[in-house]
């Protein structure tokens, strides 16, 4: 098996060489996801749905901790009410799958299987709601969606992908307006602190709101390739839904009104956004937050006296305190574990062999930095937990180093079309605000604004695409 095992971390093509093969290489030989028979459907194994489990497990007890309790609603939706909303509709129907036959009666409406579930749920908000004391209505679902997409790649953009979508309803646009922002700052406490990645967050312009909002705001990241992912939305839906769906309350003045609306969600594409940040080209480098393993314990020469005693000792003593794997298996060499390890991303590997046992210490292996360190016994626990904080902030560090490096700032238009063609990333820049400058710049160079940043930075007068007065401030890139 000698050459097998030396050319185990060769199979991954470099990110420099092809960056998407770069990126299916690791889900596959990580055995993250498999494809299924139905193009753009993809299996998420036990390795990739740990982390989304992860993920939602943190992001749950946010929303439970602001008040919001999860319900579920139906996977079906009647056609009549998806006409309702029309800017809605259009904005989602090239995307619908449709369900025309009972068995093997066709149905008398089609139904459609939910691209989001903002009229299903308006369907039956306004059948809840009656009183002003009914409110706010603070719920949300974990589910799945299904959005027939022409090009499809793992996590990233798939025809059915599990996510959560918040739904909540307001007395006020102000309060609906303090919800859209809280849940967008949970979606970035989310990405930076257990992700550790990076976001900008702002507003989308008209042109790539969701459709049927007043408003969208947005997470934006920076991937290795130099192109965007975003990574979270929250909307503001005003009162589009309530009036469209006749959903109505007696107000304090005995009066009936519409309340205001919000809608959020992010989905299993964070962690496409994880392997594109973090990965290299050993293959996944996953934060400790989300890494489904923190920890492996390696046994060396375990047939050797009190080898596997100590290996499985340490086993138990940290698996209360840490998500751990021991390998112990006895088909393969202590090089192949360490390749397999770390290319599924596992933050420190813990090796143990005859000469540690007689220093009574370890050797710690850190994924982020591919260094060794020696530890002693007695001190494990607590250099590994310190570890764990080092790791996370580092990741975090060297995403926003990457990041930073490839934000460009751009007054002039040649500027601008020479970096996305050479070397892409964010490019600030202002904007005269035109849907149809910003229609050009799409057309012309492939880049669309992801966001009006929160941050506004006075970077000149004119727009560098049209020469006309700017008043904000944007980020353009190419995006996933």
Request: aromatic share 10%; net charge negative.
């Amino acid at each position: 098996m000698g050459k097998k095992e030396k050319q185990f971390v060769e199979e991954i093509t470099p990110m420099e060489v092809d960056f998407a093969q770069w990126y299916t290489d690791v889900i596959k030989k990580t055995d993250m996801v498999d494809y299924s028979p139905v193009k753009g459907f993809m299996v998420i194994k036990p390795y990739g749905y740990a982390i989304w489990e992860n993920i939602q497990r943190f992001m749950d007890g946010r929303f439970k901790d602001t008040g919001h309790k999860n319900c579920y609603f139906p996977l079906l939706i009647p056609e009549s009410l998806l006409q309702k909303e029309a800017e809605h509709v259009e904005g989602f129907a090239p995307e619908v799958a449709w369900v025309t036959h009972g068995g093997d009666e066709e149905l008398a409406e089609r139904l459609c299987i939910r691209p989001t579930s903002e009229t299903i749920i308006c369907s039956m908000y306004s059948k809840w709601l009656s009183s002003y004391r009914d409110l706010p209505f603070l719920y949300n679902q974990w589910c799945n969606v299904v959005r027939w997409e022409k090009s499809t790649r793992p996590f990233l953009r798939t025809s059915e992908f599990l996510w959560q979508e918040g739904h909540t309803l307001h007395e006020t646009y102000d309060e609906a307006q303090e919800e859209t922002l809280q849940m967008l700052g949970i979606y970035q406490e989310t990405a930076e602190e257990l992700l550790a990645i990076p976001v900008i967050t702002g507003q989308k312009s008209d042109r790539e709101k969701f459709a049927g909002a007043y408003a969208t705001y947005t997470m934006e990241a920076l991937m290795h390739d130099g192109k965007a992912l975003q990574a979270g939305t929250s909307h503001n839906l005003g009162q589009h839904f309530s009036k469209a769906f006749e959903i109505s309350y007696l107000d304090r003045d005995g009066t009936l009104k519409n309340p205001y609306h919000t809608s959020w969600g992010v989905s299993t594409r964070l962690i496409g956004g994880i392997i594109m940040v973090h990965g290299d080209n050993r293959g996944l480098s996953l934060p400790p937050g989300i890494a489904p393993v923190q920890a492996v314990v390696v046994p060396i020469a375990s047939h050797k006296a009190g080898v596997a005693e100590a290996a499985e000792k340490i086993y138990e003593d940290l698996r209360h305190d840490f998500r751990m794997e021991m390998d112990d298996r006895d088909q393969h060499s202590p090089g192949w574990k360490f390749n397999e390890w770390e290319m599924k991303g596992v933050p420190i590997r813990i090796e143990i062999g005859p000469r540690d046992l007689e220093n009574n210490q370890v050797v710690l292996f850190r994924r982020d930095t591919l260094e060794k360190q020696t530890c002693p016994l007695d001190q494990l626990k607590e250099t590994v937990s310190k570890l764990m904080k080092e790791i996370q902030q580092n990741l975090f560090a060297k995403a926003k180093e990457m990041r930073d490096q490839n934000t460009h700032v751009v007054t002039d238009a040649d500027t601008f079309k020479t970096i996305m063609k050479e070397r892409p990333g964010f490019v600030k820049a202002m904007w005269c605000g035109e849907e149809s400058c910003e229609l050009q710049v799409k057309e012309e160079t492939g880049a669309t604004i992801r966001c009006i940043p929160f941050e506004q930075e006075k970077l000149g007068e004119t727009c560098p695409h049209c020469g006309e007065k700017a008043e904000k401030m944007v980020y353009y890139a190419k995006a996933y």
